[in-house]
């Protein structure tokens, strides 16, 4: 008897598995059916869905392109370390060692008195006056350390050293303190703030219409499971699964969003590069953020068919838990 049982095992097995797939198939296609029987309900849905995935998409665009904007702004700042015209070259050479060394210096460049007064004559060389007054203050001209550092917002180690050496007491430049050169300080700071502005702005945004799009897809399966009540009081008649019953629905569901994330992607990519050539003009550094979306389309649309199905599983077992008796 265990022998014939044994032999029938891997039959009842392969039955099994064939039955399954052919539940899965059709769930499948009742969810598809289901799909297109009431479409304006479909498209509110998909609508909403893909306004949905077009802000989480914009969103971390603009969030790379402002942080890569920082990041190029950055990489131009640099502070002023100002020094005595007549402090030996040993000692600054000593010191420029000893600012290398600390955190959060990426490199720093020594500028000698003269050659201070090589680039001021070169930017001014069409102003007479101008050219007058360097000639007159040739002797004035402060040698300069130029830091640049890793982090421009972190300029403690920096501060502290200055503050601390005495070899920088002996040989900096009294009537100078350092400091970071011209706007680019602020401008990098705004820009900063722009970022966190767009990363709390771009997540409220992508909040309230993640709850909006669950509502509309909650309420259309609501209205889905009240229309279709006859057909699925037959089904638990007949002895239907739970599962087979509610699967249609998520299959709906998941439409919804496969739907919207390829709608959602396109008219993305679409925006994203109209706005190319205006944000370029601005000077912002667009090019990297654009290649970068043109090698991983396949990665950001499987993302979006990710997070769009999500979106429609998680609403659809919602509706189906609180309005489907089963």
Request: hydrophobic share 45%; net charge positive.
């Amino acid at each position: 008897m265990s022998e014939k049982s044994a032999k029938k095992s891997p039959s009842k097995m392969h039955k099994q598995r064939r039955r399954r797939t052919l539940t899965f198939v059709r769930m499948f296609r009742y969810g598809l059916n289901n799909f297109s029987r009431n479409i304006w309900l479909t498209v509110a849905a998909t609508a909403v869905m893909s306004v949905t995935l077009i802000i989480i998409l914009v969103t971390l665009v603009a969030r790379n392109v402002l942080l890569e904007t920082v990041a190029d702004i950055g990489s131009k700042v640099d502070m002023s370390v100002y020094l005595s015209s007549e402090a030996p070259e040993s000692k600054i050479m000593q010191l420029k060692g000893q600012i290398e060394g600390l955190d959060n210096v990426k490199s720093v460049r020594y500028i000698s008195a003269s050659e201070a007064r090589e680039d001021q004559a070169k930017q001014n060389k069409q102003d007479g006056e101008t050219l007058e007054a360097i000639k007159e203050a040739a002797n004035r001209l402060p040698a300069t350390l130029r830091v640049y550092l890793v982090d421009i917002n972190d300029t403690s180690s920096l501060d502290a050293f200055i503050k601390s050496s005495k070899l920088f007491q002996e040989i900096k430049d009294p009537s100078k303190e350092p400091s970071f050169q011209g706007e680019r300080r602020t401008a990098i700071s705004r820009i900063a703030e722009w970022v966190k502005l767009a990363e709390i702005g771009g997540a409220v945004m992508t909040v309230v219409f993640t709850i909006i799009s669950s509502l509309v897809v909650f309420n259309t399966i609501r209205m889905a499971i009240f229309n279709r009540k006859d057909e699925i009081q037959m089904m638990k008649l007949i002895g239907a699964e739970r599962a087979f019953i509610r699967g249609p629905f998520l299959v709906e569901a998941a439409m919804y969003g496969f739907i919207a994330a390829v709608v959602a992607t396109v008219a993305g990519y679409a925006l994203v590069f109209a706005a190319k050539a205006p944000l370029a003009q601005y000077g912002l550094p667009v090019d990297t953020t654009m290649s970068l979306m043109m090698h991983y389309v396949g990665l950001v649309l499987l993302g979006m068919i990710v997070v769009g199905a999500f979106i429609g599983i998680v609403s659809s077992y919602i509706a189906t838990r609180k309005y489907l008796k089963i």
